[in-house]
């Protein structure tokens, strides 16, 4: 028989044996009120139940989501022999009634299994029969108009279920749930704690409680941890939390509290002094509670530690500022923004420099208007800001427009701008303005190109170098003469034109050139028309370079054979009238030897044959490869040697300067006068003479001077020196040298010493 929960009419009377009932559910509930384990609550609901009723199986089950089937959850057995039921159980086996009931929260009642069946279905008793029910309570619990559970029992005989008995079987069937439910809240309830502390540990905040009437505060551990303290060891207070507060921000948090009492929400952010001294940024919220007379009673709130984010906001702040700075201080840089549809919403001082227009006239227009028009025809503008959205930037380096109508070179690019959640936002454009560097470059380019036709049409093998010799470009020139190509001749590929024998002496020249700023050498070139070998002298001059670029050097070889063979046959024909010439003079010291015999004439012969040795030694130097130029230092050695002199009397200084054939026989003549003279009168006369020359370059308005210096100390005083005549050395030093060089001369003669300066416009070897 099946009966709704609220008719027991057909269950028999109340009997002695359900007057205790009210004491059975008192005892069931100390006993299962403080259990923490769901099975041991089943068990001890059905123990009671089933123990005070003499009942066979008393069990739970939990109807399962489809409303079709049922797991159960535990059961007790007065009666060993009945079976076990456990696992999963298709409700509908037991009947479509059975089914309805317990979905619809209605209880079975039925103490003749067999003859309910027989009323219904008769083909279940199987069913029935293997479980070995023959009376059988089924009490649903239901929550929400839902059922959720229910309560069977089971005898193998058949019973009469009384009114009592199924009364006590709801009331235990509800508290066992309620107690279930209430294990389960408190399981969520401790996790949802445990995670809440977690996550507050985690995000570094803290909580506290408030009570207002009792005027006693309730830190969180991890509250206590911010603050620096242990957890546990200290007793927070209203005058302590004051006392964490910033001085500096104290009077704010507290004055934000007293406003919150009268709004009820308190969002207030404050540093505090931890217990180490520390200092932090928090963030607090929390709420005020009131009481029916709307009295403040309590409060509750959470902590947060931004400190991090309060530094990372003060950094932001400086950086925007900065960038800021940057962006209006970069008068060289164009930098400005558009909004997503390519409308200017930024312009800074260094746009408006680069460009000319003022911000009120280009704000909100379109960018495209900076382009000159062939862009603009072109859709470049389009274009570029479709490739940085593509691409993550475009370049712009190119034409731009400015106000007054001119156009300046952008050497720049565009960025596409996001927001922190990734949507677009506009474009970035930063450009430098080139315009001088760019018109170089093409100017630059002219140039070079007006080189290279240059050079086309000169008749020199002109090139590019480095410092180290390694060609660079070479003129067509080049190429026609040696059968070379440029990728043949470059770096030091140009060599294998060169003569072998002259290959070393052309790369040291370059080695030569590299501490100044030209280049001079000659070498033997072949010529690929018929594979001979021509002199060749190359000149290079170092171009002028930005600093940090490696030196360049522009050079051309011209063919100097034809000359070169004239001059070596020219040489011969001096070298041989040079040879008769130093025969002559021997002719005439043997004449001259002939004819002044005799002791009178000795002094006479000796200065004549010192003079005519001064003349051999000067074409003995004439005669020399015109390559090996004479220096200074090595004439007046020359001389001193000759005399025989000592060279601890002597000191020379000066720079190795060549000289030319021009000054060579009267400056030499002039100088061999000055050695006799000192051997014979002066500095060289006598032990503790000194002899000391200098000579020195000195720039004139038209070029340089070559000053001698020919200082005398005596070993002993001459006397009278005001009466000595003027001999040959005298009158060659102060009339012959200026006639005949342009020359200018002191000579000073004193009782200690002499100081003879002879200035000299210098040539050089050039002059040879």
């Not at 939990?62 to 797991?71: A, P, Y």
């Not at 475009?394 to 690019?413: C, E, L, M, N, Y």
């Amino acid at each position: 028989m099946i009966t709704k929960s609220d008719d027991p009419g057909s269950l028999a009377g109340p009997s002695e044996e359900g007057r205790d009932w009210r004491i059975v559910l008192l005892s069931l509930s100390d006993r299962i009120g403080d259990l923490e384990d769901q099975n041991e609550i089943f068990r001890v609901a059905c123990l009671t139940l089933g123990s005070h009723l003499g009942l066979e199986r008393v069990g739970f089950a939990r109807i399962i989501n489809d409303r079709k089937h049922c797991r159960v959850l535990e059961e007790w057995r007065g009666n060993p022999d009945l079976p076990v039921l456990q696992g999963e159980y298709d409700l509908a086996a037991f009947g479509d009634e059975v089914l309805d009931a317990l979905v619809s929260g209605r209880d079975i009642v039925w103490s003749d299994v067999a003859a309910e069946i027989a009323a219904y279905e008769r083909q279940l008793t199987d069913t029935y029969r293997s479980i070995r029910v023959r009376a059988m309570l089924n009490i649903p619990i239901s929550r929400h108009g839902v059922s959720e559970a229910f309560l069977y029992v089971h005898q193998h005989h058949r019973r009469e279920w009384r009114f009592e008995q199924v009364l006590l079987a709801r009331e235990i069937a509800e508290r066992t749930w309620a107690n279930i439910e209430r294990l389960r809240y408190q399981q969520e309830l401790s996790g949802v704690n445990e995670r809440l502390r977690l996550v507050l540990e985690a995000s570094n905040m803290g909580t506290w409680d408030w009570d207002l009437i009792t005027d006693t505060i309730e830190w969180s551990e991890n509250l206590q941890k911010m603050l620096g303290y242990e957890p546990g060891t200290i007793n927070p207070t209203f005058d302590l939390w004051k006392e964490t507060l910033h001085p500096d921000d104290r009077d704010y948090a507290l004055g934000q509290l007293e406003q919150a009492r009268r709004d009820e929400l308190y969002d207030v952010a404050f540093r505090i002094n931890r217990r180490d001294g520390a200092i932090r940024w928090f963030s607090t919220k929390g709420r005020f509670f009131r009481d029916k007379l709307e009295n403040p009673v309590r409060m509750v709130g959470v902590v947060e530690d931004v400190t991090e984010v309060k530094k990372t906001e003060l950094d932001l702040r400086e950086s925007e500022e900065r960038f800021r700075l940057i962006v209006e201080n970069a008068k060289d840089y164009a930098i400005f923004t558009t909004d997503g549809d390519g409308k200017i919403d930024s312009w800074p001082p260094g746009a408006q420099a680069t460009f000319g227009w003022a911000p009120n006239e280009v704000l909100g227009r379109e960018a495209d208007f900076l382009f000159i028009p062939e862009d603009r025809n072109n859709d470049v503008p389009e274009i570029e800001f479709s490739s940085a959205l593509e691409n993550g930037f475009a370049p712009d380096v190119r034409w731009h427009q400015h106000k007054d109508g001119s156009r300046v070179f952008i050497d720049g690019s565009v960025w596409p701008l996001h927001q922190a959640n990734g949507s677009f936002k506009g474009f970035l454009k930063i450009g430098q303005d080139v315009t001088q560097r760019r018109e170089a470059e093409i100017a630059l380019r002219n140039s070079e190109e007006r080189f290279r036709k240059l050079t086309a049409t000169v008749p020199h093998l002109v090139f590019r170098s480095t410092t180290q010799g390694e060609r660079i470009w070479a003129s067509p020139q080049w190429a026609e003469y040696t059968g070379m190509s440029d990728k043949d001749s470059v770096g030091l590929g140009w060599l294998e034109a060169v003569h072998p024998d002259d290959r070393q002496l052309a790369l040291k020249k370059w080695d030569e050139a590299a501490s100044g700023d030209a280049y001079y050498g000659e070498h033997r070139i072949r010529r690929h028309s018929d594979g001979m070998y021509r002199w060749h002298q190359t000149r290079a001059v170092l171009l002028p370079s930005d600093s940090g670029k490696p030196d360049e050097w522009v050079g051309s070889a011209v063919d100097i054979h034809d000359i070169r063979q004239l001059q070596e046959r020219q040489g011969v024909l001096v070298a041989e009238l040079q040879h008769r010439t130093r025969n002559l003079l021997g002719i005439i010291r043997g004449i001259v030897a002939q004819t002044a015999a005799g002791d009178a004439m000795g002094p006479f012969r000796e200065a004549f044959n010192l003079r005519l040795a001064a003349l051999s030694r000067v074409q003995g130097f004439l005669v020399r490869d015109k390559a090996m130029a004479v220096s200074l230092r090595e004439l007046i050695t020359s001389e001193l040697d000759a005399l025989g002199a000592d060279w601890e009397q002597v000191t020379l200084q000066g720079p190795q300067i060549p000289l030319s054939d021009i000054n060579l026989q009267t400056l030499a003549l002039a100088l061999h006068e000055l050695s006799v003279n000192a051997f014979k009168h002066g500095a060289l006369s006598g032990a503790g003479g000194r002899l000391a020359i200098t000579w020195r370059l000195a720039p004139t308005e038209g070029g340089e001077m070559l000053v001698i210096e020919w200082r005398e100390d005596f070993p002993l005083p001459r006397v009278n020196t005001e009466t000595v005549s003027t001999g040959f050395g005298r009158q060659l030093i102060t009339e012959a040298l200026p006639y005949q060089l342009g020359a200018q001369t002191q000579f000073s003669l004193k009782s200690k010493g002499l100081l003879c300066v002879i200035e000299i416009p210098f040539q050089g070897t050039h002059a040879r």
